[in-house]
């Protein structure tokens, strides 16, 4: 939950600035990895799908919406 409470948090201008070279850190591991920016975008989306899936419990409910939100 800390990649959902950081950029919260950035309304502060030296918290904004360590999260702005947290994530240019890590977008820069992933573009590696993956290659190109369609990717990095992906893996990130991903990422913050997951994390609503796991905040809202979706895995646990039995909704059309749920179950296509949580993939399964």
Excluded: H
């Excluded at 991903?46 to 399964?72: F, K, Q, S, T, Y």
């Amino acid at each position: 939950m800390q990649g959902r409470s950081a950029p919260a948090a950035a309304g502060e201008p030296l918290v904004a600035q360590a999260v702005r070279r947290c994530y240019a850190k890590q977008v820069d591991t992933v573009r590696q990895l993956l290659g190109d920016d369609d990717a990095v975008r992906r893996w990130f989306g991903a990422g913050l799908l997951d994390n609503v899936v796991a905040v809202l419990g979706l895995a646990d409910i039995d909704e059309p919406w749920a179950r296509v939100l949580a993939a399964r």
